[in-house]
């Protein structure tokens, strides 16, 4: 017969492993922050900068909400100056002009609070094309996707890239790389994937060119929330790279996108 003080701490135990995937514990409060999610490219404008509040709805659930009452300004180092308009949810450039090698700054006044942060546009990388891989996943071989791009000669350069499958509504996944390794090189490391991909499936992929503090941003989200499954790992946010405390993230990048239909 099975002694029952080991029966429910057994059933305790138990419990808390299966609930493990499903409860987000609030092991940082960051309800009332600023949130600030913006970008410049290097296609025409206008470019767009979203400013929420964060907010804890209940135990099991947060979410945010939009500031409409913000002063938005974003200058560059040739003398730019354009304040942001705000429109359906989100403040739009009015006739800001972008350029490679650009340092931009982004202003958000917020309730007598300013939030400031910088980031320099780099120069272009030209995205060439998608090329099919075989990847051993652990257990079996795998689809893998490489992004070809010849690497500058010159040491510090950042890229970011997001994919998805193009006929489902699924969150992108994101990939970022440097040149600490393979500097000055064609590229021969793959994407990752969040989805198993199959033939036929076109996978659409945007190559970013970033800098340094964009690049920390997202190389460290892995390690706020665990993929696929919106389970907090860390009571950290990743480093935002905006002043003041508030969080996300402004970057000044290029884009190109290409697609690639799996054989």
């Known amino acids: 017969m099975i002694n029952k003080k080991y029966l429910i701490i057994y059933s305790l135990l138990l419990c808390l492993v299966s609930c493990e995937e499903v409860i987000d514990l609030p092991l940082d409060d960051m309800s009332g922050k600023i949130v600030i999610e913006g970008a410049v490219t290097d296609e025409d404008g206008p470019y767009f900068v979203q400013v ?25 180092d040739q003398g730019q100056t354009d304040t942001l308009k705000y429109e359906n949810g989100v403040y739009k450039t009015v006739n800001l002009v972008t350029n490679y090698g650009r340092v931009y700054t982004l202003s958000v006044t ?3 609070v300013t939030y400031k942060s910088t980031s320099k546009m780099p120069e272009y990388v030209e995205f060439e094309g998608l090329k099919q891989t075989t990847l051993f996943n652990g257990s079996e071989d795998g689809v893998g996707i490489i992004p070809i791009f010849t690497d500058p000669s010159e040491k510090g350069n950042y890229y970011l890239f997001k994919s998805n499958k193009t006929n489902l ?3 992108p996944a994101y ?3 440097s040149d600490d390794i393979g500097n000055g090189e064609v590229n021969v490391k793959p994407i990752s994937n969040k989805i198993t991909l199959k033939k036929n499936d076109t996978i659409q992929v945007e190559m970013r060119s970033v800098d340094a503090s964009v690049y920390k941003y997202f190389k ?3 390690l706020s929330t665990l993929e696929n499954s919106g389970v907090s790992v860390t009571p950290t946010n990743p480093p935002s790279n905006i002043s003041n405390g508030a969080l996300g993230y402004f970057s ?8 690639i239909i799996i054989k």
């Open 110 to 112: 917020v309730d007598g």
């Open 175 to 177: 990939t970022v790389m």
């Open 169 to 171: 509504d699924l969150s």
């Open 220 to 222: 460290a989200l892995p």
């Open 252 to 259: 000044a990048h290029t884009t190109s996108t290409k697609d």
């Open 52 to 76: 929420t509040r964060s907010r804890k709805i209940s135990f099991e659930d947060s979410g945010s909400v939009r500031v409409a009452n913000a002063t938005v300004v974003i200058t560059d």
